[in-house]
């Protein structure tokens, strides 16, 4: 299962601060792995996680290790049963 989130700008985050977007990416289930990839770079001190967080549900959580404002990108998303 597939999906793209075409654009997301997260906008400025603070040292410590997060962030999370949901994309519907169809047939996802809990507990099935999952990668969300940025189409470039997010910049130095951005972290981020995926999982599916409700059926057809993925969850993107972005997190600043140091104070940023992250790029606009575009995701793919993969979830895999």
């Known amino acids: 299962m597939n999906a793209t989130l075409p ?5 400025a985050l603070l040292l410590g601060t997060s962030i999370t977007t ?3 990416v169809t047939g996802a ?9 940025p189409s ?3 910049g ?3 972290v981020y996680v ?3 967080s409700a059926p057809n549900t993925v969850t993107i959580r972005l997190t600043a290790v ?3 404002t992250p790029a606009t990108l575009s ?7």
């Open 7 to 11: 654009s997301w700008s997260p906008g």
């Open 29 to 37: 289930q809990p507990g099935m792995a999952c990668v969300a990839t």
């Open 75 to 81: 995701w793919q998303i993969r979830c895999i049963p």
């Open 44 to 46: 130095a001190g951005a």
């Open 40 to 42: 470039g770079d997010l």
């Open 50 to 52: 995926a999982w599916i």
């Open 22 to 24: 949901t994309v519907t």
């Open 66 to 68: 140091i104070a940023l």
